[in-house]
């Protein structure tokens, strides 16, 4: 398969040599060649890298020049829909998985191939100007299904069409301070989540006025923890919640017929438990600051974090005793686990398609990846490469969690999505009056929404 995979990615199908002698190049040839300039613009990737490959791709294209330019997540939407609208947008956007479908009607689906041409000098005595043409092939979807982790078909293929290639693919893993696990007395981290309320009652630490002192980790509120609908979301995964769906939101299904037994509601509660003063697992409040910064002071001793957070904390905290294993799971069912990554694509208004998606053929390439990969110490998206991966400590508890990591939103607006999950949060943890049933309430909060994120789709 990994040869199969090669082909595709790195074998030119056609190479034609048209060699012109003394009479110079004609205007086809001319015109193939004349310099292009393609804008990338992306958010989190390492331009350090993208910059060696658009370094290697023009050496062995010099028509082609392939500017990076690193755009802050809060600028990106206005600052490419004003580019759209003056038409000077860019020719290749890094997108989150979850913003495919937003971004697509602005994209470029991929094409079976792409024709690229490539002049070189030839000739032992008189040297001459050639022109060759390349017919490179893109993955088709049954490629992308064999060679890439399963969530990647999942999330690029709309109708049937290809709408970007990742470079790595990251999952939601449980980070712990391993000298506040030990001076808890705990030998070993928890890998189901009974362990894990075990692990936070023994290793949450408050005063005689039941003021937490030491979280055991962040969970149960809303708005002071960056990863809130990602934990909700895991949680609701793994008690076998069909979250969403292209074009359908159906965690709200039979919440009627069901009522408290509802694994949506089971999951918001079990969340929600760790942030109620009430509950023997109450570890968490509005109060801390956000939960990334609690860890990194080493106020809490858990922190759920993808790949990209474990340069963030060694940042703040570089003397910690860090330590990363796979989420828990529930205890007795399928592992399953939640997919956060980014893909590169091209714009639909792009003058130089061509071009641009021969470079996104070119950075994913097996060797390539590779190279990316252990730059910035991500989990490759290539299902051949994950074995090797597996053996580096770094980043084993990701790549572990690959082959079950899945999206849990397949809309058009993931922004919405993620806040109307954060009120769902908010509002299922205040008191419930006097006059209302508690369970009515809580239907309607889960279908209202379900109707909000409805909209998105």
């Keep these: 398969m990994f040869k199969k995979f090669m082909t595709f990615f790195l074998i030119p199908i056609v190479l034609l040599s048209t060699g012109v002698g003394c009479k110079g190049l004609t205007d086809a040839e001319r015109i193939a060649v004349r310099p292009v300039t393609i804008n990338y613009w992306t958010v989190f990737n390492n331009v350090a890298q993208l910059r060696a490959f658009a370094a290697e791709y023009n050496a062995r294209y010099p028509h082609v020049t392939v500017n990076i330019r690193q755009v802050r997540y809060e600028e990106f939407d206005d600052l490419f829909v004003n580019a759209l609208a003056d038409d000077i947008a860019p020719d290749i956007i890094s997108v989150h998985n979850r913003a495919v479908r937003t971004y697509q009607p602005r994209l470029s689906p991929m094409p079976a191939q792409v024709q690229m041409a490539r002049m ?45 290639l990742p470079l790595a693919v990251d999952t939601l893993a449980l980070y712990y301070n391993t000298d506040l696990l030990d001076r808890a007395g705990v030998a070993v981290p928890p ?28 969970m149960g509120t809303a708005y002071n923890i960056d990863n809130a609908t990602d934990i909700l979301a895991l949680l609701m995964l793994q008690n076998e919640v069909n979250i969403t769906q292209p074009g359908y939101v159906t965690f709200a299904q039979d919440i009627k017929r069901l009522r408290e037994t509802h694994p949506t509601l089971q999951a918001l509660r079990f969340y929600t438990d760790f942030a109620r003063s009430t509950r023997d697992v109450y570890t968490w409040n509005d109060n801390f600051d956000t939960a990334l910064d609690v860890f990194a002071n080493q106020q ?61 053929r070119f950075i994913s390439t097996p060797n390539n990846i590779k190279s990316y990969t252990t730059a910035v110490g991500l989990p490759s998206p ?9 053996e580096d400590p770094l980043i084993a508890p990701f790549v572990s969690q690959i082959l079950t990591a899945t999206n849990w939103y397949y809309g058009r607006d993931s922004a919405k999505a993620d806040e109307a999950l954060r009120e769902l949060i908010d509002a299922y943890r205040r008191p419930v009056p006097l006059d209302i049933d508690q369970q009515e309430r809580d239907e309607t909060l889960i279908n209202s929404a379900a109707a909000r994120i409805q909209q998105s789709m």
Excluded: C
């Design 191 to 218: 890998t189901t989540w009974d362990e894990f309320m075990e692990t936070i009652v023994k290793t949450t630490k408050k005063d005689i006025n039941g003021t937490i002192l030491q979280a055991g980790a962040s």
């Design 382 to 390: 290539l299902r051949s490469q994950l074995a090797d991966q597996a």
């Design 300 to 360: 809490s001793v858990f922190y759920f974090g993808f790949a990209y957070d474990k340069a963030r904390i060694k940042a703040k905290a570089p003397q910690m005793n860090l330590s990363i294993v796979p989420v828990p799971q529930l205890q007795g069912k399928e592992a399953i686990n939640v997919a956060n990554y980014w893909v590169e694509s091209v714009v639909a208004k792009s003058k130089h398609q061509d071009i641009a998606w021969d470079f996104v």
């Design 120 to 164: 070189t000098i030839e000739g032992k005595y008189a040297q001459e100007q050639v022109v060759n043409f390349e017919t490179h092939a893109l993955p088709t979807v049954n490629t992308l299904k064999t060679s890439f982790v399963g969530t990647v078909a999942g999330d690029v293929v709309i109708d049937n069409q290809i709408y970007g």
